[in-house]
């Protein structure tokens, strides 16, 4: 069974910075995919960014040029730097961790969320 730890969520004044950080531990073999996503009330849970185990990354077009994911493969960690934060960035963030377990089980799993709101 995997585990996730977020931390780094908070409030910021539009055009400010937060730094989100999620570490996994437990059962992993191998980390395949490694991402975030967000749900705002009212809203459906989309994807933000995600980074492979290559180091490919994947944008949502909204956060491109302001969101940087960057992973640690050694600690199992995953980052969001968010710059430039806009209202609309308002949500529960979500580390979510796709990867292999001792047994060779495939594993998707969840962290608790972060909340980010970014307000005057």
């Known amino acids: 069974q995997v585990r996730l730890v977020e931390s780094g969520g908070g409030a910021v004044q539009p055009g400010g910075s937060l730094r989100l950080s999620c570490a996994a531990s437990?059962?992993?073999?191998?980390?395949?995919?490694m991402g975030w996503y967000r749900q705002a009330q009212g809203n459906q849970r989309e994807l933000v960014a995600t980074?492979?185990?290559?180091?490919?990354?994947n944008y949502e077009d909204s956060v491109k040029g302001r969101f940087t994911i960057s992973s640690d493969s050694a600690k199992n960690m995953v980052f969001l730097q968010m710059d430039s934060l806009k209202p609309e960035d308002t949500a529960v963030y979500y580390c979510?961790?796709?990867?292999?377990?001792?047994?060779?089980?495939?594993?998707?799993?969840w962290g608790q969320g972060t909340q980010v709101t970014v307000s005057s």
């Open positions: 979510n961790i796709q990867s292999l377990s001792m047994g060779f089980l495939p594993e998707n799993t």
């Open positions: 437990g059962s992993i073999r191998v980390i395949s995919l």
């Open positions: 980074i492979s185990r290559g180091g490919t990354t």
